[in-house]
């Protein structure tokens, strides 16, 4: 009876990790999703700007939460499309990630 206390410990002790690593990495992929769906809305926002003569810039910036306002760059083509790219926070530590996302 010890040693199945013991066996049950050790079961703890190896599931633990990887449940929290499954768990980040569900997180991770939902914080790219965020991501992705905000440069779009922002994309959006820059084209509404241009299209009215206001700096698509300042829209992009304004329609993002703070932390990702930080790291968005913003370009604006020849025919119009205002680009947006934004760098995903990381949980993990992976390589960079980013989402674009352009509208006309």
Known sequence: MAAERGQAGIE??????????????????????????????????????????????????GALPGVLARSVRVRVGADGAVAVRLVVPRLLPVPELAVGAVER
């Open 12 to 61: 703890l002790v190896v599931l633990l990790p990887c449940l929290v690593l499954l768990v980040a990495a569900l997180a991770q992929a939902c914080l790219l999703a965020l991501c992705a769906v905000a440069a779009e809305r922002a994309a959006s926002a820059g084209a509404r700007a241009l299209a009215r003569g206001a700096p698509p810039g300042t829209a992009v910036r």
